[in-house]
């Protein structure tokens, strides 16, 4: 397909074309955002995690929340909800860290999904719309093949086959515009499932450690 074809069906398509490449940009922008958002999530939590666990299990608290505090990772925000939690329950040996810690990852996680609402819409809607263009489109064609009757035309098939094929096209933008959104949303889902599951595992090893050592457990040697 030619320049001058793409350009003539953009011509046809008006409005309902014009939203769709609109929400295919859209859809196009938040992916990018969310990659970016989320390069080296893992990774960074899990160096942060490594380094606040070797220093817990040093005994050493007050460096395991410098190193949390100086972390630009997601899991940053989970280690010090634990420790501001373990400042305030001292006296009952670490008592609600386990809930502060679970509460904070549910937080992370809701700010790692941010946007993704954007892709299912996208994904669910475009369908109808391009649907909504085609049968437009074929109404039109029907019309502009009843005025041709009336003015004396033959009213051949040629003209409405020519207008619905072009109608058509709005159904299978339409339908690209959803793959695409589509699988954005899934490979995020996917990814996101992963880093939440390390984020869980990370935030349980913490507990422990954290625990321990608020009751004065004895460092393993």
Known sequence: MSLNDILHYLRLGGV?????ILASIIALVVAVERLIALWGV???????????????????????????ERSDAV?????????DRLERSRTSGGAGVEAAVERERAQVGLKLRRNLWVLATIGSITPFVGLFGTVAGIMRSFKDLGLDVEAGGTGGSAAVMTGISEALVATAVGILVAVQAMLFYNYFQARLSRV??????????????????????????
Do not use: C, Y
């Open 16 to 20: 309902t074309l014009a939203l769709l």
């Open 42 to 68: 893992s990774e960074r939590s899990r160096t942060l995690g490594e380094t606040v666990n070797k220093h817990l299990l040093r005994g050493d608290v007050a460096a395991a929340r410098t190193a949390a």
């Open 196 to 221: 939440l599951v390390e984020l869980r595992l990370l935030g349980d090893e913490f507990v422990e450690l954290l625990k321990e050592r608020a009751t004065g457990a004895p460092l393993p040697p």
């Open 75 to 83: 899991a940053a925000d989970i280690f010090l909800a634990g420790f």
